[in-house]
């Protein structure tokens, strides 16, 4: 049997690869800045996040079976609140005057200009 070159390779000539220095806390990361400044700087970054989604949502853990009762009672109240809200007609039509006539509502609403006047004023002469 004959030994092919691929199944026993050569040993390498060459130095081993020296191996990379230890991570320490002094360790320069990027920008000239050591690993405890990144580190240090992530922390704070993520802790005032939380710290602003926390009074942006309210979302206090309430620690007593009273505050847990009346957090509920809280919400129970304010969803009948919008739900009776809902069958609220819409302001102009609990403003509308029965009998009102739609002719003049409209006279109310436009600006009389001068030709409007004029036009008025000869009808009013003419059935005089």
């Given amino acids: 049997m004959a030994h092919s070159p691929l ?19 002094e360790t320069v990361v990027f920008w000239d800045m050591r690993l405890w400044h990144v580190v240090g700087i992530f922390s704070l970054f993520v802790l005032s ?25 809280q919400r129970k ?23 009102d006539d739609k002719k003049k509502k409209k006279k109310k609403d436009s600006v009389d200009t001068v030709a409007i006047k004029v036009e008025e004023d ?7």
């Fill in 77 to 99: 109240a304010a969803k009948m609140y919008t739900d009776k809200l809902e069958t609220v007609p819409p302001l102009n039509e609990l403003t509308e005057v029965p009998g």
């Fill in 7 to 25: 199944s026993h390779p050569q040993p390498s000539t060459a130095p081993p690869k020296p191996k990379p220095p230890p991570l320490t806390k």
């Fill in 49 to 73: 996040i939380i710290i602003t989604l926390c009074c942006v949502f309210n979302c206090r853990v309430p620690r007593t079976r009273k505050e847990i009762e009346a957090r509920y009672l």
């Fill in 122 to 128: 000869e009808k009013n002469e003419a059935k005089k």
